[in-house]
């Protein structure tokens, strides 16, 4: 399924679950200047008080296993930068 077909979060509860904001800092998020879904895989001090994350794109649901985006759509999204 790519990204444009169907919304992130809409293959399983569970991801959608995942990526709610309701009782924490969600872990799996979509870029707000990428539309790319992301995975936080660790965390850095990016200044003092404020801990920055280390993302990394996910390709598919880690809950159901459906394809949710492309290395190609990756690539064209973030116009080949790297994160």
Do not use: R
Request: net charge negative.
């Amino acid at each position: 399924m790519a990204a444009d077909d169907k919304k992130f979060g809409s293959c399983c509860e569970l991801l959608k679950d995942a990526m709610s904001d309701q009782d924490f800092d969600p872990l799996i998020t979509v870029g707000e200047d990428d539309g790319i879904l992301y995975l936080s895989v660790g965390l850095i001090d990016v200044e003092e008080d404020q801990p920055g994350s280390v993302e990394y794109p996910m390709l598919h649901c880690p809950f159901c296993g459906t394809a949710l985006q492309t290395q190609d759509e990756i690539d064209a999204k973030s116009a080949g930068k790297t994160n």
